[in-house]
């Protein structure tokens, strides 16, 4: 058997430039027999994305190029890949493998050497950095909302186990009045209840975010002075989020905001995960969230802000009601 090349050999092979279809499915070709030979992975599946991104080729262009490619095959291995091969991909599962993962939590990829090294890689692009970022953001609302008002009304949609509840401060204290989890999966609110068994103001609602927020539209059940999307609008078109949005802002008590989070544009991970992963993340630049902004009533937007966190891989809008 040869010996498998050093991981100086692998960097040396895969800055050179590819030049054109063919060179980049030859050097993705060498990634996978490295990977075959029983190589170390980390080195050159990490520059998987960079070659994907440099290489000019659309998404479509490069899914036909590598349709059948042993690529691909080592890319189902990585245990993310199921979650985001499922129709819908849920944004909110995915953040939930990527801090499960990290904090050393078994699971059946455990036995799977070559998706440990894969995810040792993935769970580090910046996608990853983006959906751990949204929470962290969300986290820091709930306490600047609950160091406000006494006893707020939180409501998350979306937002699998309630990742944030475990970075707020305001949460742990118990200063949370009501905390409303919206999710369509029975499964996802035991998970969220068992992680967070203290969080007495935790109220499960089992029904579709989307429908919840219709719901919303036309009566109100409640008055939030917190509202997270979550991962509620990922995977929805322009006009369906902007009229979503409008629902969530006339729930809000005066005085109360929102914060909606979705992938960049520019995010640089995006050929990646569509020709790797299968996701094709709906992706929004600043000026789309400023136009969602336009269809709320000028009259009752007491402040916003659109912006893009550290990681840049997110935009984000919040918005608070006048009051």
Known sequence: MAKPPS???????LVQPAGDAAGIAAQLADIARQAEAGA?????????????????LSAEALRALLRDHPIRRLARQDPLAPLC????????????????RGQGHPDRWESNPTGRQIFAVTSRLTFASGLKERRQFAAELIDQCADRRPEPVVVSLASGRLPEAALSRAAAEGRIGRWLLVDEKEATLRAALADHPTLAALEPRLIPPIRFLNQLCRQPEVEADLLL????LDGLDELTMGRLLQCGFRSLAPG???LLGAFAF???DALYLDVMLDWRPV??????LRAAIRRLPPEEIGDFRVF?????????LHITRRG
Do not use: H, K, N, T
Not at 7 to 13: C, D, S, T, V, Y
Not at 40 to 56: C, I, K, N, T
Not at 85 to 94: F, G, T, W
Not at 229 to 232: E, I, L
């Open 229 to 232: 999307f979550g991962a509620a």
């Open 308 to 316: 893009r966190g550290p990681s840049r891989a997110m935009v984000y």
């Open 266 to 268: 520019d995010l640089p």
């Open 7 to 13: 991981i100086g050999e692998q960097r040396l092979r």
């Open 85 to 100: 091969a499922a129709r819908p991909v849920d944004s909110a599962a995915i953040l939930d493998l990527l801090l499960r």
């Open 40 to 56: 170390p992975l980390l080195a050159a599946w990490s520059q998987v994305p960079e070659l994907l991104r440099e290489s000019g």
């Open 256 to 258: 109360g905001s929102l």
């Open 283 to 288: 992706r929004r630049c600043e000026s789309e």
